[in-house]
Structure formats: structure tokens, C-alpha cells
């Protein structure tokens, strides 16, 4: 059963950075279990976006609720707690410790809280838990190695492994498939479709194709701004959105489309 409350709702969220509006008045809503991306061709403000979301960057103006909560000016760390998982454009691992001792500090920094009053068992627990993360991530054969030993993909799939650590609740993906093999990528789509269906999962991602594949609804970000918000049937059909990554607008600002 799916909460009644949207997971995530962003209200007017507005970024400005001095003289330049980065993100401008984007107001959207994500159900529970649903997948969404958000799409836009570079400088779109996506990235920024995220870091709005997770806490990294504050609003200029606007709201962000998570399960109704608001948390605009809740710090990153305790976003984290309230169920907000985040994956990064560029990989953030340990390259010096193996999959095992990353997952496992994940564990330990982050989700600990859950395993405090269980005492002696609590490092057994963990380390159980270490192990049905990287399986699920297909990492096991590679568990003791350097996680700076083993291929780009594979460090792709252990940072999705450190999010996942800590049972977020909401996950946001930041362009998992950036820098990946046409077979790498492959993996990486089938583990974000793997992933349980009562996890709401937000993405980003430049690769419009992959994006569509793997996701419920859509909505597409253009100099900032909002444009288009549908199925990944429709934004597929949708003139404008084809449009912006023809480039035939040239940077222009196109008109919103019409209500339906």
C-alpha cells in the first residue's frame, strides 16, 4: 500500500547563484513507490535541483516536503535519517578499502542507530547486512577487493550500494549511467529496475533514451525552469522537449506548453 502523502513535493523551489537563476520556480510532486526522472540537456539545472533537495544547497526561495515534513532548512545529514539516500554524478567511495569496509562504514556512520540495542550481535548483524547489499548490487565476488581495484561500472554499482546502505526511503539518482559502457550501462538499468517498488526513485539523467526506460513519469528541465511533465510515452512525442536536445532552440526560451 502506498502513502497517501506525496514522498517528495517541491513548491516554487528557486535557486539564484548572484546575477545567474540556476533553478526558477519548480513546483512537482512524487508520489510514493513512483519513479521519476528529470531530464534537460547540460545546464539545465538538474544538479542543482538535487542538491537542493538534499540538502546541499539552500533555496532562494520556495519549499521541500518529504512525506508531508517539511524540510527546507533541515541540514543534509538529517535528511538522511527522515529516509533521503543520494547518489553523485562523480563516484564518492573509499578506493583504499574493500567493497566490504565500504558498505560496512556506510553501515556503521549512517544506519548504526538501527543496530544500537542489539549489543554484541550488532557488528555480526552488520556485517550481514554488508553482504545482502553488495549481492543485491551483484558486487559479491568483488566484495574483498580495493573498491579502487575494480572497474568504473562496478564503483558505479558500490556507490549505489552505500545509498542503499542506509534504507532510504527516497533515493535520488544522479546520472548513474554518466561515464558507463554501452554493457555497463545495461547492468546499471537492470539494477535500478530490481530495486523495490515501494523505494520512491528520483533520477537525473542527460541520456534522455535510458532515462525513459526506466521510469513511471517524466519531467523535463529547461534553463531552469519546468517545461513539460508526463509519461515517457508522451515527453517522447512532446515537439518542445524534442526540441531543446535537437538543439533547435539554441538556447532559446521556449513557450510551456498548454495544459491538457
Known sequence: MTS??????????????????AVNGVTLSVATGERRAIIGPNGAGKTTL??????????????????????????????????????????????????????FLALQGQGARKFDMMGAHATELMRVRTREILARLNLSAEARRQAGEIGYGQQRQLELALALSVDPKVLLLDEPAAGLSSAERGVMADIV?????????????????????????????????LIAEDTPADIQRNQIVQDIYLGALDGAHPAKPSPM
Not at 537525473?204 to 526506466?214: C, G, Y
Open 4 to 21: 497517501a502523502l506525496p514522498a517528495l513535493e517541491l513548491s516554487d523551489v528557486t535557486k539564484h547563484f548572484s546575477g545567474l537563476v
Open 50 to 103: 538535487f542538491k537542493m533537495i538534499s540538502g546541499e544547497v539552500g533555496l532562494t526561495r520556495g519549499s521541500i516536503r518529504l512525506f508531508g515534513q517539511d524540510i527546507t532548512r533541515v541540514p543534509a545529514g538529517r535528511r538522511v535519517k527522515l529516509g533521503l539516500g543520494r547518489t553523485y554524478q562523480i563516484t564518492n567511495i573509499f578506493p583504499r578499502l574493500t567493497l566490504e569496509e565500504n558498505v
Open 193 to 225: 529496475r530490481s530495486l523495490p517498488r515501494e523505494l520512491t526513485v528520483v533520477l537525473i539523467e542527460h541520456d534522455m533514451d535510458l532515462a525513459l526506460k526506466l521510469v513511471d513519469s517524466v519531467s523535463v528541465l529547461h534553463n531552469g525552469e
